[in-house]
Nanobody
Framework: VQLQASGGGLVQAGDSLRVSCAASGRKFIDDTMGWFRQAPGKEREFVAAVSRNNNTYYADSVKGRFTVSRDNAKQTVDLQMDSLKPEDTGVYYC???????????????WGQGTQVTVSS
């Protein structure tokens, strides 16, 4: 199983950015696909996730600004980030899991992460 994240970069506050994650190695149609982030000196935290039934979940800090979506045919999960703030800076990781709490860190597989930096 491999998860490959891409699309990070350096943007200014208020800008938009889209990060994507491609999954391979098996079928992920029954998995929850999620995004987490980790800022320097802070713990990894939940950002957003989309379940196998296409239900979406968001951290309060990103609700209304971020949109998570999945394409089961392509086995990808995207995170569209609008109205970015400096506090959104961090390494963004995609992850997949078959069951359990959506917001918990115990995902089965993780991507390598992509850096998102938002300047003020």
């Amino acid at each position: 199983v491999q998860l490959q994240a891409s699309g990070g970069g350096l943007v200014q506050a208020g800008d938009s950015l889209r990060v994507s994650c491609a999954a391979s190695g098996r079928k992920f149609i029954d998995d929850t696909m999620g995004w987490f982030r980790q800022a320097p000196g802070k713990e990894r935290e939940f950002v957003a996730a989309v379940s196998r039934n296409n239900n979406t979940y968001y951290a309060d800090s990103v609700k209304g600004r971020f949109t998570v979506s999945r394409d089961n045919a392509k086995q990808t999960v995207d995170l569209q980030m609008d109205s970015l703030k400096p506090e959104d800076t961090g390494v963004y990781y995609c992850a997949v899991k078959r069951g359990g709490l959506i917001r918990a860190l115990n995902y089965d597989y993780w991507g390598q992460g992509t850096q998102v930096t938002v300047s003020s």
